[in-house]
T-cell receptor
Framework: KQEVTQIPAALSVPEGENLVLNCSFTDSAIYNLQWFRQDPGKGLTSLLLIQSSQREQTSGRLNASLDKSSGRSTLYIAASQPGDSATYLCAVIGGSQGNLIFGKGTKLSVKP | KAGVTQTPRYLIKTRGQQVTLSCSPISGHRSVSWYQQTPGQGLQFLFEYFSETQRNKGNFPGRFSGRQFSNSRSEMNVSTLELGDSALYLC??????????????FGPGTRLTVL
């Protein structure tokens, strides 16, 4: 059974700092991996999708990497801003007709 | 293009009642999935509908059911509500292209409170 773990559960950093969020999964047979952002009481916003054949994806200040063999992904946020404060969720999908399996998320707080 | 919409946004019900939640996917999206989010369990998959058929189902009791209409809109029903059903219910839609670039787009959710 696939399990997704995110460490740390919460992180507080000063504005401007570069940071890394971690995600690990137990079954390396994934179809793709997605990183989402969730603001309090809101839905999820898709940030990046990494296909199983890819090693990384970039969007603006965000860079996500994927190492299937070790069951790990990282989300790198450069030059963090207070507006980046949110919960970041990692999710994997096992096949074209599979469902997303989520980690519990990392709650990020960026202090001005 | 309009995003995924969910109605209502907030609901308060009492134990034993039933509730119906609605989801309108992004235009052209054929797959609709439902997830339950609670502080203790996080996000858990309920079910997925594609072309009016349930294609995938999570590990929830039969009190949770859903359906999809020909225009891809979906409804989710919970009967005999329990206190533990209090949660944020999220709907997601995708093109269902059957390739690994298929992205799920989420709605704002329906906050259900059971008293």
């Amino acid at each position: 059974k696939q399990e997704v773990t995110q460490i740390p559960a919460a992180l507080s950093v000063p504005e401007g700092e570069n940071l890394v969020l971690n995600c690990s999964f137990t079954d390396s047979a994934i179809y793709n991996l997605q990183w989402f952002r969730q603001d309090p009481g809101k839905g999820l916003t898709s940030l990046l999708l990494i296909q199983s054949s890819q090693r990384e994806q970039t969007s603006g200040r965000l860079n996500a990497s994927l190492d299937k063999s070790s069951g790990r992904s990282t989300l790198y946020i450069a030059a963090s801003q207070p507006g980046d404060s949110a919960t970041y969720l990692c999710a994997v999908i096992g096949g074209s007709q599979g469902n997303l399996i989520f980690g519990k998320g990392t709650k990020l707080s960026v202090k001005p | 293009k309009a995003g995924v919409t969910q109605t209502p946004r907030y609901l308060i019900k009492t134990r034993g009642q039933q509730v119906t939640l609605s989801c309108s996917p992004i235009s052209g999206h054929r797959s609709v999935s439902w997830y339950q989010q609670t502080p203790g369990q996080g996000l858990q998959f309920l079910f997925e509908y594609f072309s009016e058929t349930q294609r995938n189902k999570g590990n929830f009791p039969g009190r949770f059911s859903g359906r999809q209409f020909s225009n891809s809109r979906s409804e989710m029903n919970v009967s005999t509500l329990e206190l533990g059903d209090s949660a944020l219910y999220l709907c997601a839609s995708s093109l269902a292209t059957s390739d690994d670039t298929d992205t799920q787009y989420f709605g704002p959710g329906t906050r259900l409170t059971v008293l």
